[in-house]
């Protein structure tokens, strides 16, 4: 058991330090700043809820089951926590944001301080690492105690499930999904934790044992709900993020060919991308890179070549816009020839050519420009010296 929670913690833990990468823009966004709340909680409830820990609180403290108001209060702060997050993200005016998110603090606070009362009320000297929820199931003060933290949860649980189904109607994309998530999340915690733990009460109460339930059935299925609702409130945070760092990274690697053509131009400094840099901003230096090149290679230009590429391509059954790239990747490819080895022609009159793909489509123009180099005869035939291809 100990085994499953504390992984659960670690992932938790570990969600949190990439929501907080940035402490200051994450605590100036109260969205965010309730999410790193929640993942942060949640590894802590995790952690305090492992029998080693358990074990460890109560020798340290010397009290025994210590550890058991101080992991039905993590859990009454999870739950709290819960409430905040979707209240700030489903939004709506600051003042209603603040007074609903101080009405759940209050509550919640409220419920955290009658489980520590009960719990020093109640006679629990016997120490329980897994089955205390049972053990004292009928003991008094330990018995409001237990129903109180469940029912707190409970009704958290309830309350974002249906929310979130409802909101389910109102949106789509990555929050559409995240509250998919977050609804699979809440039913394990339902079915999983609440009911498990309520049955196997009420089953001691009847003078019933169904103990299993309580100790062996919930901790797993608990911490699987746990992450899938950590899971649907991080997607939509990092999800577009994400995108756009793999999208970076394909447009990186396709732009490898224009960049071979264009790196011997002599202003064109190598791109030397260090191991912690994330892919858009590599992606940003190679473009840089290649636009210095472009325009040191920009007096070679020979729009001469570009119209028989053009025709070439045309002929060959290209569309009128694949052709245009094919003609401006020959032209290109024309330039760094004559760039690369100058003393073999003259330097060129022409020089007032531009590259209408790239100023037209940006990033896309170039990768567009990178795929005519690699693949296009056409191409092939201007990096040789020729403006016209033999067909096969």
């Given amino acids: 058991?100990?085994?499953?929670?504390?992984?659960?913690?670690?992932?938790l833990a570990a969600t949190c330090l990439l929501l907080f990468r940035r402490p200051r823009a994450a605590l100036a966004n109260p969205l965010t700043a309730s999410t790193c709340a929640v993942v942060a909680?949640?590894?802590?409830?995790?952690?305090?809820?492992?029998?080693?820990?358990?074990?460890?609180?109560?020798r340290l403290t010397g009290i025994p089951n210590f550890g058991a108001p101080l992991t039905y209060s993590m859990i009454s702060a999870y739950s709290c926590s819960w409430v905040i997050l979707v209240v700030q993200w489903r939004g709506g005016p600051p003042l209603l944001?603040?007074?609903?998110?101080?009405?759940?603090?209050?509550?919640?606070?409220?419920?955290?301080?009658?489980?520590i009362v009960l719990f020093s009320l109640a006679d629990a000297d016997t120490e329980r690492l897994r089955d205390l929820?049972?053990?004292?199931?009928?003991?008094?003060?330990?018995?409001?105690?237990?129903?109180?933290?469940?029912?707190?949860?409970?009704a958290c649980t309830l309350v974002?499930?249906?929310?979130?189904?409802?909101?389910?109607?109102?949106?789509?994309?990555?929050?559409?999904?995240?509250?998919?998530?977050?609804?699979?999340?809440l039913v394990f915690d339902l079915v999983g934790f609440e009911l498990a733990?309520?049955?196997?009460?009420?089953?001691?109460?009847?003078?019933?044992?169904?103990?299993?339930?309580?100790?062996?059935?919930?901790?797993p299925i608990v911490s699987v709900g746990a992450l899938f609702c950590s899971a649907g409130f991080m997607l939509p945070r990092i999800l577009p993020s994400a995108v756009t760092h793999w999208r970076s990274l394909n447009d990186y690697r396709q732009l490898s060919p224009l960049w071979r053509e264009v790196r011997w131009a002599a202003t064109a400094p190598k791109p030397d991308p260090v191991w912690w840099e994330l892919p858009h901003a590599r992606l940003q230096r190679l473009e840089v890179s290649i636009h210095d090149a472009l325009l040191a290679l920009t007096p070679h230009f020979d729009d001469h070549v570009r119209q028989i590429s053009l025709e070439t391509a045309l002929e060959e059954g290209q569309s009128p816009r694949q052709a245009r790239v094919i003609a401006e990747a020959a032209m290109l490819a024309d330039a760094a020839r004559h760039a690369h080895s100058p003393e073999d022609a003259p330097f060129p009159e022409t020089g007032?050519?531009?590259?209408?793909?790239?100023d037209a489509l940006g990033t896309r123009g170039?990768?567009?420009?990178?795929?005519?180099?690699?693949?296009?005869?056409?191409?092939?035939?201007?990096?040789?010296?020729?403006?016209?291809?033999?067909r096969e």
């Avoid at 909680?41 to 109560?58: D, K, R």
């Avoid at 603040?98 to 301080?113: K, N």
């Fill in 352 to 358: 007032t050519c531009r590259l209408q793909t790239i």
């Fill in 197 to 219: 733990k309520i049955t196997a009460v009420v089953a001691r109460w009847r003078g019933h044992d169904l103990d299993f339930l309580s100790t062996t059935l919930a901790p």
């Fill in 133 to 154: 929820d049972t053990y004292y199931a009928n003991t008094p003060y330990m018995r409001e105690l237990i129903v109180l933290y469940l029912v707190g949860h409970g």
């Fill in 41 to 58: 909680i949640g590894a802590v409830c995790f952690t305090c809820s492992a029998p080693i820990t358990l074990a460890t609180v109560n």
């Fill in 97 to 115: 944001l603040r007074r609903m998110t101080i009405v759940s603090i209050t509550v919640y606070g409220l419920l955290i301080a009658t489980i």
């Fill in 160 to 185: 974002m499930g249906v929310v979130c189904l409802r909101w389910l109607r109102e949106v789509t994309g990555p929050l559409r999904t995240g509250l998919r998530l977050i609804v699979v999340g």
């Fill in 366 to 390: 170039l990768v567009e420009l990178a795929q005519a180099l690699g693949q296009s005869p056409v191409v092939a035939a201007a990096r040789q010296g020729s403006v016209t291809v033999v």
């Fill in 1 to 11: 058991m100990s085994l499953v929670v504390y992984l659960a913690a670690a992932l």
